[in-house]
């Protein structure tokens, strides 16, 4: 008998596995803050830690979850990491008592990509398919450069063909889900099944090769930009999670010119915050945007709005390989100097210039009258030239989040940026 745990980190749209089975235990995919992992082993010993692939969005804990726990660490065979571990070679069996694991070579997602299946008691109970075949979806196979797209595309039409082979009660346990940039069009629930994906999952209906990527490759979302310093962070082998959060500072302490990004509500950002700061709401989204927007060697102060925020914020950032932060700022009142508006849809009757700073694949489903398109992140490289820099530019996106963020980046460039904070594009 065998128990899986899912733990789902739902700002990265991705999900970690733990097995379990006669007091033993088995993690697929973890990231670096193990802690969530070992509070759940309760009295089973760890024996494995499986990785898929090299991890593109997130700093895996894999390597400090094996030396931590003395379990033994997998890795597909021509991953190739700098540090020790165990090469899954396609066919493999790793037995374990009753309980055998089966790693089958899946490259597309990325070349060395592996999945590994569990068989217990002579029966196929469940793969994990880290970034192949996802529920609804696949990985998508652009994120190691378009020139090599088009092969690992091929790639990927044979590994998600050959898990579609798996019994039909096999049981479906992806890394890459719901929100996750890595899949190649929307994917669903975290898991599923073999015989469900074939039933429903547009990526097993495809009539040959050729029609696969074709599609797989057509109407892909842009990815974060940090997604090019994982991968070699995961090669080299991935630090331990630093003990500690960053020092404690008041705002007096923060010398002006110091990188700021401020956690806090958009309303509450409005209401006083220092001059220059960048505004990333704290939803389960910090840590993406963050990793977006900021150069990498970037280590800002943080302003949140107490202890608990701020844990949640060096957490997202651990994630994504952002230690070393100089100081945070805890305030519930005013957070520095200098005041913005906001607004709500019933404020837009006087709006002149409305920026929508939704995707482009958003943006292609609706683009109503008067409004100016530019890409959130795009606009580190400066504004449309339909919209006037000295007259307000009220900005929206689906939900205002994206709007926030936005407006304060605007701010920075000395425009008097409104976000709605209410309502979507949609909604015009």
Request: with cysteine.
């Amino acid at each position: 008998m065998i128990d899986i745990v899912s733990f789902r980190t739902e700002g990265l749209g991705d999900s970690t596995y733990l097995i379990l089975y006669a007091g033993r235990a088995i993690v697929v995919d973890p990231q670096r803050d193990i802690e969530r992992f070992l509070d759940r082993l309760d009295d089973h010993e760890p024996r494995w830690v499986l990785e898929t692939h090299l991890h593109n969005d997130y700093v895996s804990g894999g390597l400090s979850l094996a030396r931590h726990t003395g379990a033994e660490l997998v890795m597909p065979a021509s991953a190739a990491p700098a540090f020790r571990h165990t090469p899954a070679f396609h066919g493999e069996d790793l037995i374990d008592g009753e309980v055998t694991i089966r790693p089958l070579h899946t490259p597309g997602h990325t070349p060395e990509h592996t999945s590994y299946v569990i068989i217990a008691e002579g029966q196929e109970r469940a793969v994990f398919t880290g970034g192949s075949l996802l529920v609804g979806s696949a990985g998508r196979s652009d994120l190691l450069g378009s020139d090599r797209a088009d092969s690992l595309a091929r790639l990927q039409y044979g590994s998600v063909t050959r898990l579609a082979r798996l019994p039909a009660q096999t049981g479906l346990y992806p890394t890459h889900g719901a929100g996750s940039f890595c899949a190649a069009a929307a994917a669903g629930d975290s898991t599923s099944t073999i015989g469900e994906e074939k039933r429903t999952n547009p990526v097993l209906s495809h009539p040959d090769e050729d029609s696969f990527v074709a599609s797989h490759l057509s109407d892909l979302e842009p990815f974060p930009d940090y997604y090019a310093r994982m991968g070699p962070i995961n090669l080299s082998g991935p630090p331990p999670l630093p003990d500690g959060s960053p020092p404690r500072l008041d705002l007096a302490d923060v010398e002006p010119g110091t990188p700021v990004v401020d956690t806090r509500p958009a309303d509450e950002f409005a209401a006083g915050h220092l001059p220059g700061a960048l505004n990333i709401p704290l939803t389960d989204q910090f840590g993406t945007w963050f990793g977006w927007l900021l150069d990498g060697d970037v280590r800002p102060v943080l302003v949140t709005d107490g202890t608990e925020a701020t844990a949640d914020a060096v957490t997202q950032l651990a994630r994504l390989g952002v230690d070393g932060l100089p100081g945070v700022v805890e305030t519930t009142e005013s957070g520095g100097p200098n005041r913005s508006r906001t607004a709500r849809l019933s404020d837009l009757s006087d709006a002149g210039q409305i920026l929508d700073v939704r995707s482009p694949l958003e943006r292609a489903e609706s683009a109503p009258d008067g409004t100016v398109h530019r890409y959130l992140p795009d606009l580190r490289s400066g504004i449309p030239p339909e919209i006037d820099p000295a007259a307000p530019v009220w900005v929206m996106c689906a939900t205002g989040f994206r709007s926030a963020i936005a407006a304060s980046m605007l701010e920075a460039q000395g425009i008097d940026a409104i976000p709605v904070l209410d309502a979507g594009v949609d909604d015009l």
